[in-house]
């Protein structure tokens, strides 16, 4: 869990709080990855691009994964007109607006929003993204209760460091809200949130994560855990849902996806070393088995678009009026 949230630290991420009167319909625009959303005061609905709306009461927190957008109402079906929110949005006068660093909006309505938007980089969060659905919700009343009453001090605030301590609030936030989501009564976690726990298959999961460039063995991971080979495989493979060198390769191929991305200037046998390869041939084909596609290949892709570029991109073009 600790390694799956490394990618996905604010960091000057989006961040705002609106004060909010109704009629009001507020459209973020940016499609990050991640969007967390609760408000302190007040209350309103979350309607996704695709979905059905979810209820957004004082202290309950949604979150809504990219690339879809999602707005933000007094009410479904609302008369207010959409305001787009983003990067580039409104002026605070239209509704309320967000920006690169922190903002506020001093309305006097009775509803209080907070937004953060989060960046995810590489591919080793990537498994956190895929067990999430579009949008997410969890009830206020947990833990994640004693963060939001710092940040709306923090947000009141306007003090040297604001931006820092957003970011590590956003954090303790988010994984808060996707703790309780993953441990609510009925759900279905993904694998690795159970294995992480079993004393079997939680040490193994570790040590693959801490040592991934060591040359691993079912015997040797054994070893290190405490238990026989065929017991750490049965189990492993139980909880994980494949074996542990199967799951030490996915881990691999994305460790080198990040530094193929991170990393330009280091050659293929440089990032074969890094995890794990003596055999930069190997390592690509290898590579290629997993991703699909050879590493010098994976390099030359061009970046993903976000939801504002695109829309930036159908602007300029005339498609979308602005």
Do not use: N
């Not at 004393?199 to 040592?211: C, F, I, N, T, Y």
């Not at 849902?241 to 996915?250: D, K, Q």
């Amino acid at each position: 869990m600790d390694d799956l949230f490394r990618g996905v630290r604010a960091h000057g991420s989006l961040f705002g709080s609106s004060a909010l009167a109704p009629p009001f319909s507020l459209h973020f625009v940016d499609g990050p990855p991640l969007t967390l959303c609760t408000v302190l005061t007040g209350g309103g609905w979350i309607v996704p691009e695709r979905g059905e709306p979810e209820p957004l009461r004082p202290y309950d927190t949604v979150v809504v994964r990219g690339p879809g957008t999602f707005t933000f109402v007094d009410e479904v079906g609302t008369a207010a007109e959409p305001v787009a929110c983003g990067e580039f949005c409104a002026v605070p006068e239209q509704g309320g607006t967000r920006h690169r660093r922190g903002w506020r909006d001093d309305g006097d309505g009775p509803t209080t929003l907070i937004v953060g938007a989060y960046p995810v980089r590489g591919e080793i969060s990537r498994p956190l993204l895929d067990a999430l659905p579009a949008v997410l919700r969890v009830d206020g009343g947990g833990t994640g209760d004693a963060v939001l009453d710092h940040l709306a001090t923090e947000v009141a605030a306007d003090t040297p460091g604001q931006q820092v301590v957003l970011d590590r609030l956003l954090d303790w936030m988010l994984v808060c809200t996707l703790r309780a989501w993953f441990d609510r009564p009925g759900g279905e976690p993904p694998a690795w949130w159970t294995a992480q726990r079993d004393p079997v298959a939680g040490p193994a999961l570790r040590l693959l994560h801490d040592e991934p460039a060591a040359p691993w063995t079912v015997a040797a991971l054994a070893v290190r855990v405490g238990v026989s080979r065929s017991t750490l495989a049965k189990r492993f493979a139980e909880l994980v849902g494949e074996p542990p060198l199967t799951y030490l390769t996915r881990r691999r191929m994305a460790l080198a996806a990040d530094l193929l991305t991170e990393r330009p200037g280091a050659t293929v046998a440089q990032v074969a070393r890094a995890v794990g390869y003596a055999d930069p041939f190997g390592f690509s084909a290898a590579f290629k088995r997993v991703r699909g596609v050879t590493p010098s290949e994976f390099r030359r892709r061009p970046p993903e678009k976000t939801a504002a570029e695109v829309l930036s991109g159908r602007q300029q073009e005339g498609i979308v009026e602005g």
